[in-house]
């Protein structure tokens, strides 16, 4: 069948508009028709060829939509199905199989490698082979065969085109805060960054009922709508040296730490800003060969401890519902922080959301 997709061709390159050939569903694949998709940092990292991923590929990792039909041995879903996409794991290595899919041995292959287990992809373009199955999905296309593994089923009743960043960046940060930092009530939390991952791990502090909520931000507008979704406190660490503010603030440092920026530097302050047996993530997507220093030699005195994060290591299928819930009851609105644009205007969302203009672009198809 023919499509509408958003193709990256090159590094430096916007993304291109193109009519391609999509193949029927294969076995284990969900055919879907997109409704939305939201856009992340990784697609730029992609698109800017800091991974090996063939080009061109279609790219897209938030996808939701409606299903069309389903491919040989599919078993959860069913056509005219509302689901949301997230990352692609294996399902049978140690990791997946103790409830940790988001640290699948075969993660890194699984969804940048722009390929089936094959080689084949399920795009074409005059013959030639365009990339796809990128997060499982390659959501930037208005109809995409899905893996199975990447499906998760909601309800009719909830908006698609509002959903599409629940399934990585809203789980990200929300599960960084609720799964791996597990802050208690009563807590103090501070999170550096005030994009998407950044405030729905914002969010996620206050439905785990931590008391002090710092944001640290370079961009005062972000800094005001995180007053506005529950912070505490916000510091613009181009003014004024955050840790330094955060243990002013709080008498002793932050008992929670989560670093969405994957900057050196601010990886840095993060750690310095922790308390006495303080807890920190690190969320932020850096390129392969990024190191921090880290004085290890007062750090070890603090007791601290430090968690590397993937996808809020969160298993899809039972977090996305639990979202979805708290979004319902009015305790986490991530819709504050979404600004939807038409799926012809992709290359100017990409850019708003690089300059700070846009929290959390999602295109609408």
Do not use: W
Request: net charge negative.
């Amino acid at each position: 069948m023919k499509v509408t997709a958003a193709v990256a061709t090159g590094k430096g390159n916007p993304l291109a508009i193109k009519e391609l050939d999509l193949q029927e569903p294969g076995p284990g694949e969900v055919q879907v028709r997109m409704v939305a998709s939201g856009i992340c940092h990784t697609d730029a990292v992609v698109r800017n060829e800091v991974y090996p991923t063939p080009m061109p590929v279609v790219l897209g990792h938030e996808g939701a939509g409606v299903v069309e039909k389903v491919g040989p041995g599919v078993t959860t879903v069913e056509s005219g199905d509302h689901v949301l996409l997230s990352f692609y794991t294996c399902g049978t290595c140690d990791s997946c199989a103790m409830g940790h899919p988001a640290y699948c041995t075969q993660f890194f292959g699984l969804n940048f490698s722009g390929r089936r287990a094959d080689g084949t992809t399920a795009f074409s373009d005059d013959g030639e082979q365009v990339g796809s199955h990128i997060f499982g999905q390659s959501s930037f296309s208005s109809v995409s065969n899905v893996v199975e593994r990447s499906v998760v089923k909601i309800p009719p009743t909830v908006p698609l085109k509002l959903l599409a960043p629940l399934g990585c960046s809203v789980q990200t940060g929300a599960g960084a805060v609720l799964n791996v930092l597990d802050a208690e009530a009563g807590s103090s939390l501070v999170v550096f960054g005030a994009g998407a991952v950044g405030m729905s791990a914002l969010l996620a502090a206050r439905v785990a009922n931590c008391s002090t909520i710092i944001a640290v931000d370079i961009v005062d507008s972000r800094l005001d709508l995180a007053g506005e979704l529950g912070a505490t406190h916000v510091i613009n660490s181009r003014m004024e040296n955050a840790a330094a503010r955060i243990k002013e603030t709080t008498g002793r440092g932050v008992d929670y730490a989560v670093d969405t920026t994957g900057n050196r530097e601010i990886f840095r302050s993060m750690l310095d800003s922790l308390g006495s047996r303080g807890h920190a993530a690190l969320v932020g997507l850096a390129a392969p060969g990024t190191e921090a220093a880290i004085d290890i030699g007062s750090t070890i005195l603090t007791g601290a401890k430090i968690s590397m994060v993937i996808e809020g290591d969160v298993v899809p299928h039972t977090f996305i519902p639990r979202l979805i819930s708290l979004y319902q009851d009015g305790r986490f609105p991530f819709d504050k922080f979404i600004k939807a644009y038409p799926f012809t205007d992709i290359n100017t969302a990409f850019e708003d959301s690089e300059n700070g203009t846009t929290i959390k672009p999602v295109v609408v198809f």
